[in-house]
């Protein structure tokens, strides 16, 4: 797909892609991301939420911090998913894009990442193996066929352009 790419213009997309990211994040209101990330919560752990294996959740709050986009939030579970702009939660995820995105298309795992300093945990370290062991539940095969391809293309995309850089 990108085989033409001269690594020069890859290295220049690894670059610049974050930071449209990032200026687009700023852009929309945290409302309308709240709803989104509810509604992709919802139909990734829709099995999870349906056996009821979310109560570790309750009444507690795991930050997720996207790094390189500057994106942050909170999310908690009480029978349905709360969300809100960043206090003090009881674990952290800390992450860039392109870590998160090859953890969701099953391309890496997070033990994986966390050992060579890509996503680091921070708190609770209970919680932060209950969530992480959560992630890895996910059965991104069952997903709708959109956000399965979305994320699949998305991470092969980004792999390419780090593999012409390299």
């Known amino acids: 797909m990108l085989s033409k790419l001269p690594s020069s213009v890859a290295q220049q997309l690894l670059i610049r892609i974050p930071q449209v990211g ?21 139909h990734l752990l829709k099995e999870q939420m349906e056996d009821e294996v979310l109560e570790f959740l ?5 930050a997720i911090k996207v ?14 998913w709360l969300l809100r702009q960043p206090q003090q939660a009881d674990v952290t995820f800390s992450a860039n894009s392109d870590a998160l995105i090859d953890v969701a298309a099953g391309k890496e795992d997070p033990d994986t990442l ?15 193996l209950e969530v992480k062991n959560l992630l890895l539940s996910i059965e991104m095969d069952e997903q709708p066929a959109l956000m399965r391809n979305g994320v699949t293309y998305l991470s092969s995309f980004v792999n390419q352009l780090k593999a012409k850089v390299s």
């Open 22 to 42: 990032k200026q687009a994040h700023a852009l929309i209101p945290f409302s309308i991301k709240q709803k989104m990330i509810k509604e992709v919560l919802s």
């Open 58 to 62: 309750e009444g507690k709050w795991v």
């Open 67 to 80: 790094t390189d986009f500057n994106f942050n939030f909170d999310v908690s579970f009480d029978g349905q």
């Open 114 to 128: 966390f050992f060579q300093r890509q996503l680091t945990i921070e708190g609770d370290t209970e919680l932060g």
